[in-house]
T-cell receptor, first 114, second 114 residues
């Protein structure tokens, strides 16, 4: 079945540091790929997405490129802020299946220190 | 309301008791999903509703778990004869159509089984 693997946290960074969170996936079809973020005390929300190979999703300074050849969707941000402290989840959706069931990775907690 | 609403936000129960968790999706959203987030784990899919029907129940862990949705809106997840391993955060999400790619999550119901 489909699966998503992402690097374990926690990841602790200083403000303005470069952030990378690795994500790789296994899927039988041609999934869409997502990054969701969960800020402290809030529900998960979509950060960015890419629906086909070589697409780049971007939002709030974060970027991720859909790499079919390496089955990866790594999340990057060039200069993090304290407000980026959150748990980040990589996910895939095989839109050929019934509904829009997302398969999530285990989440990566990021802590940005001032 | 503007977002997905879940209740109760916290529930502590004794082993063997039944619990009901409620989800009120965003108005007009036809698709509704239940996920479970256990400590240190990723998000585990439980069930998907399109309208009032549940075409995908594949994630329900046992027959102690059931869910229903009435009027194409509110959904209730019921766990009978709770066990300690049921302790988790139960998340509900909704989306406008079956294949839009973005799920809108509630803040979750934290269940603790003593």
């Amino acid at each position: 079945g489909d699966s998503v693997t992402q690097m374990e946290g926690p990841v602790t960074l200083s403000e303005e540091a470069f952030l990378t969170i690795n994500c790789t996936y296994t899927a039988t079809g041609y999934p869409s790929l997502f990054w969701y973020v969960q800020y402290p005390g809030e529900g998960l929300q979509l950060l960015l997405k890419a629906t086909k190979a070589d697409d780049k999703g971007s939002n709030k300074g974060f970027e991720a490129t859909y790499r079919k050849e390496t089955t990866s969707f790594h999340l990057e941000k060039g200069s993090v802020q304290v407000s980026d402290s959150a748990v980040y989840f990589c996910a895939l959706s095989d839109l050929g299946a019934a509904g829009n069931k997302l398969t999530f990775g285990g989440g990566t907690r990021v802590l940005v220190k001032p | 309301g503007a977002g997905v609403s879940q209740s109760p936000s916290n529930k502590v129960t004794e082993k063997g008791k039944d619990v009901e968790l409620r989800c009120d999706p965003i108005s007009g959203h036809t698709a509704l999903y239940w996920y479970r987030q256990s400590l240190g784990q990723g998000l585990e899919f439980l069930i998907y509703f399109q309208g009032n029907s549940a075409p995908d129940k594949s994630g329900l862990p046992s027959d102690r778990f059931s869910a229903e949705r009435t009027g194409g809106s509110v959904s209730t997840l019921t766990i009978q004869r709770t066990q300690q391993e049921d302790s988790a955060v139960y998340l509900c999400a909704s989306t406008e159509g079956a294949n839009t790619g973005e799920l809108f999550f509630g803040e979750g119901s934290r269940l603790t089984v003593l």
